[in-house]
């Protein structure tokens, strides 16, 4: 054997640390092989540009690389993650030529590399590494449409936990040298949220988080932290996996498709189960303080329904406290009022500025209509907003002409950032 042959051979028992690329057949990779190289891929290394000719194919063995979107202002998220389960090279699977979104290494490692043009004649000539592309773009999409939800609705730390775990599942390991920095960019929220929320997460020992490096120490905790995304991308990454070795066995005679992931413990235990652990909050230990207050306490989960409520916000609302729970607060709103209160609501979770607002309750069989002003803050975790309800009809009423801008307070600053029309 020749330094070619043996260097050939070396990638191809390296490129079995892909997925995709162990699937094939033993002629399969022996045919590909000569047209792979291997290449270390740098964090925050850019592999691909909107609008530019894709000159190489990528697949992952040690690293983890994201698709990201950007506004016209600077702002970004991650849209879908990348690593030994897949491929980067999607829009030449599809008949394109050019990327449509940014293509950025997140976690540094090894990759296999080959030509664009090279890839689109095996593509022609390899029936099965064809299929093997396509399953991964469908399995690909059903993550993108995930993290628009997840962005949506899912607090930072649950957010947070998820994408670590996300990532050290791509780079197969437990140490990723990655800064709040970036993360707050994959997930579109503020630096600050996402030192917070990692703040929390060492507290309680389940990362190490120093300057530029995090690793995971307790990935049991944090996949009970993570949101439901976490549980719902690894079933379909359980059923990509079975996708991928049937096919496997079709040609290698055994179930080889399946190593590296299926393996991986269970996981997306919800909040309420991680929770039953976790210590009663401390307004339980004055009930009474709390219950007689003279304001309104409500508790809100990450959908915006009803946790608990004290009497003075039973009242408020017009409800008994023990039919309350798992009601939508926003059903007691007006209809002006009720997107308004879906922003601040997504806001407070997410760690931004804005801390209070002014809506209106609607009228109720025992009063008026009302209009009550909120003060919020999440919970430690991100994952519940307590809200203290007063009732200020009478002040608006007198103080502000109809139409004025109720303005948003910045919590940090203490300055007025935005505004509330009623």
Known sequence: MDANDLAHALDARQASDNLILASLSAAESAALAPNLERITLSSGQVIGQPGHVMQHV???LSCSVSWVSHTAEGES????????????GVPLVLGGLTMQHTVQVQCGGQAMRMGADVFLRILGTQPRLHKLALLFVQWQMSQMAQSIVCSRHHAVAERLSHWLLSNAQAAKRAELHVTHETISHMLGVRRESVTQAAGRLQASGWIDNSRGKITLKDTDSLRRMACECQSRSQVESQRYLQQLARLAQTSNGGDQGSAG???????GL????ASQSQPEGDLQKYVDAYDFAPVGFVTLDAQGKILQTNLAGAILLDIQRSQCQHQLFSDFLDGDSQASFARFHHEVLGGQCRRHCVVQLTAAAHRSALRVRIDATADEWGVENRMVLIDVSEQVMHDAPQGRPWPFQNAEAGEL???WRS
């Open 417 to 419: 950032t935005a505004e």
């Open 58 to 60: 990528y697949f992952p």
């Open 270 to 273: 919800s909040h309420a189960e």
């Open 77 to 88: 998220a991650e849209l879908a993650l990348v690593g030994s389960d897949g491929l980067i």
């Open 261 to 267: 992931l299926s393996d991986l413990p269970p996981y």
